[in-house]
């Protein structure tokens, strides 16, 4: 059974207007078959998942904050066009080549025609990029859905990465031209992460979300990246503006245990939590409560009344907390969820925004992130033994907190208009997060 749905995208033209564009996107078996201006379907008009998130993706990439794409697709054609097709996914954002070039690649150089032609049957308009090839002398000839929109596209990917390039460049003193833009780390939702090269080095350039000074205090990230440096628990920092939050890391290849499986890598993962934990270091305070009051006053500045629910659990959440008010505090990374764990050439633990002196099961926890299991695997290796009940209790306390935390963060974004702006639902993902605290207060009664 086939599906679409159409959608309103907005493109932003440098130095000029804002164009709209009316898109479909099919699916068939769970998998994009189709992106392309709106016209007559023999689908079923139905949003699925699959197309939602394929909205979201394009949605981002039409904002300018999406270079590449995770989409579930099936392409149908022939064995050439499908080797074309799979070509022009090679090329990158903000980039450019020529029907020439594509024949020589894919082994046939002779074969301009051809190539040219598969192109204009591409049916997954942006994701399989043909607007990126152009002709043998720059011009911008053939695009099966029209030469004003894929001149567009372009003007915004070239911008793009023309202003990322500069502010790099500016910070380290050289020229655009010595700066080469790899890719787009996806997946956050609030910080923009770019791979760069430069000197035949890569590295890695955050741009901070919009009002994340709300959140992180960078003097304290600087004092606590210089501590992870120290004790090698983080690639080499070369750079990091307390002002602006730009940062500039050295690029480590390898894998997020968000994406791999972590069962194999527990005893190093142990092994770093507790040389974290086991740091004599000054640092400052991380101070859970306080910081939950502070998140609750940004939202109250809007004149958000609290649900009865978040009320009515976080009562019942700080009759918990009582129980391990005078828990020893130390040392703490305080967002070591699997997504923030990288594995290259050793073990790493990325991003120390929330560091502070805490609780170590405020870490376990943080490994739940995904799904609470993982914690309660975690606590086990790092106890050496199965956990008590009360062991259970102090780690699903910091998980529960968490769903607090994340909850004012979620919704404060939703108020200043970062749904509509990220396409992302900050208001569900609000009460996700305070359905999950109250399943787990559910357990510990």
Known sequence: MIYYFSYT???????????????????????IIA?????????????????????????EYF??????????FSLKGTPFMKKVWNELINIP???????????????????????????????????????????SHGDLTGFAYGLTLKKQLLEMEKFKMETTKQLIANILQTKPENIEIVKRLEGGRSNIMYVFSFNHKKYTFRIPGTKSEKFVDRVEEENNLK??????????????????????????????????????YLDEIVATLKKVHSLQVVTNAYDPLKRLTQYEDY??????????????LKSQFLKLHEEFKDEPLCFCHGDAQRANWVYGDHLYLLDYEF????????????????CIDDAGVLLEHYLGR????????????????????????????????????????????????????????????
Not at 12 to 30: A, G, M, R, T
Not at 46 to 56: G, L, R
């Open 9 to 31: 995208f907005f493109l932003k033209i440098p130095n000029s207007s804002i164009v709209s564009y009316l898109i479909d996107i099919e699916e068939e078996d769970e998998k």
């Open 35 to 59: 992106i392309h201006p709106t016209r007559k379907s023999n689908g079923i008009f139905k949003e699925t998942k699959v197309i939602q998130k394929a909205h979201e993706q394009l949605h």
């Open 63 to 72: 904002l300018g904050n999406r270079t590449s794409f995770d989409l579930p």
């Open 93 to 135: 954002y903000g980039e450019t080549k020529s029907y020439q070039q594509i024949a020589k690649q894919i082994g046939q150089p002779k074969a301009c025609r051809a190539v040219g032609k598969a192109i204009s049957k591409n049916p997954l308009m942006i994701v399989i990029p043909c607007h990126r090839v152009i002709g």
């Open 227 to 264: 501590i992870a440096s120290k004790y090698q628990l983080v690639p080499k920092v070369v750079y990091l503006d307390i002002q602006t939050g730009y940062k500039i890391s050295e690029y480590i290849e390898g894998n997020d245990l968000l994406q791999i499986d972590y069962h194999p």
């Open 299 to 312: 939202l109250k500045e809007f004149h958000y009344e609290f649900p009865e629910k978040y009320i009515t």
């Open 355 to 370: 560091s502070g002196m805490n609780d170590p099961y405020y870490d376990i926890a943080c490994f739940g992130n995904d």
């Open 386 to 445: 199965k956990p008590t009940h009360q062991e259970m209790k102090h780690l699903y306390l910091w998980r529960i907190y968490q769903g607090f935390q994340w909850f004012n963060v979620a919704m404060y974004k939703e108020k200043i208009g970062l749904s509509k702006e990220l396409n992302i639902d900050f208001l569900q993902t609000a009460f996700y997060f305070l359905g999950m605290a109250e399943e787990l207060l559910s357990k510990v009664k």
